[in-house]
């Protein structure tokens, strides 16, 4: 999958944003894999669809919105869809800033699986996912079977702080472009 040096995030986003929509629109696991895989060039990829029930600890401004300056620590159970769990995430979010009607907040996050060890951290709009929309974070595998993959986290609020959809798609370095490779160690820089 060809991504340009300053698309990587949005590239992901559509790819995982595919992947999901595929998944609710056939239930087919292998069809939203497919999909991925016709995409990508290969089938060597991580992708988890996950109930993810919340246990957040927060002082904030108002019970049913966020504000600036509301903190919050989470550590939350995830489960596959037969209910089994599959690993946890827990972390820490910050409210930063405002955008009009927009509360912008920064979450780093830490998820561990059976694949291995998951970093996330990055800038989302909270009141999107508190209007039932689904928001994305970058993602880094930093050890076992993940080690070496990047994607994204993306998170839609079901109940307010304490039940979520979660989706994960994470890539293997080493299996993209040139383009995206030659960018990374080049810190990103563009023309």
Not at 35 to 63: P, R, W
Not at 111 to 132: C, D, F, P
Request: proline share 2%; net charge negative.
């Amino acid at each position: 999958m060809k991504i340009a040096n300053n698309e990587m995030m949005s590239s992901l986003v559509k790819l995982a944003n595919l992947a999901r929509e595929e998944l609710s629109a056939t239930g087919s696991e292998q069809q939203a894999r497919d999909v991925v895989t016709k995409i990508i060039g290969h089938d060597h990829f991580v992708m988890l669809n996950l109930l993810e029930l919340s246990e957040i600890k927060y002082q904030a401004e108002k019970d049913d919105q966020p504000s600036v300056g509301d903190v919050n620590s989470h550590t939350d159970r995830w489960l596959d869809d037969s209910g089994r769990e599959i690993g946890t995430i827990s972390g820490e979010g910050w409210k930063i800033a405002q955008f009009g009607e927009d509360i912008i907040s920064y979450y780093r996050e830490t998820a561990e699986t059976a694949l291995g060890r998951i970093e996330v951290a990055g800038l989302w709009n909270s009141s999107a996912i508190w209007q039932k929309q689904w928001q994305s974070l970058p993602a880094t595998g930093v050890s076992g079977d993940v080690t070496g993959m990047f994607g994204v986290r993306q998170l839609f609020q079901e109940t307010p702080r304490k039940r979520y959809r979660a989706f994960i798609l994470l890539l293997p370095l080493e299996r993209t472009d040139e383009s995206l490779q030659t960018a990374i160690r080049n810190g990103y820089i563009t023309d």
